[in-house]
């Protein structure tokens, strides 16, 4: 199973997009799952349901930190910007609300989460948009022998 299927496999099961990419190199990080889920909370719905940068970016920026605690903030500023370029050149954007807009969906900003029914999965973009961003970093982290 790769991680794009891990983690489309954890928003499935509730997590929110950025942790369910997190989640996905939990293992590979040797991270307490509980802390990871916890730290990445705050960030479903493009941070709070803003509909800012993306979950599932976001999921893989934390993890990039994560995976090069030894490198400066200007390398952990250019695998950002090499997993964004990546992510926007696939899906079009790195903003949860403008990927949402291209798949129909109006981007509301209310605090409020949504109950996660079978209509909210079949309508969302979500899955593949995880599944992109974990394959894309886990492409990343071998390139960058980590994983």
């Known amino acids: 199973m790769t991680r794009g299927e891990r983690a489309r496999e954890n928003f499935f099961r509730g997590e929110n997009c950025t942790q369910a990419v997190l ?8 991270a307490d799952e509980t802390f990871l889920r916890n730290a990445a909370r705050p960030f479903g719905g493009g941070m709070g349901r803003l509909r800012l940068t ?3 970016v976001s999921g893989a920026v934390m993890a990039i930190g994560l995976f090069f605690p030894e ?27 403008e990927l949402l807009a291209g798949a129909g ?14 209509e909210y999965y079949r ?11 974990a394959d894309i970093l886990e492409t ?8």
């Not at 071998?142 to 994983?147: A, F, P, R, T, W």
């Open 71 to 97: 490198r400066s903030k200007s390398e952990l500023y250019g695998l950002v910007q090499k997993f964004a370029r990546a992510f926007a050149e696939k899906n079009g954007s790195v903003v949860c609300g």
């Open 23 to 30: 989640l996905a190199f939990s293992d590979a990080l040797c």
């Open 123 to 133: 309508k969302r973009p979500c899955p593949e948009l995880i599944r992109d961003a």
């Open 105 to 118: 969906i109006a981007a509301d900003t209310s605090a409020k989460a949504e109950e996660r029914t079978p």
């Open 54 to 56: 993306c979950g599932a």
């Open 140 to 147: 990343i982290l071998k390139e960058e022998g980590k994983l």
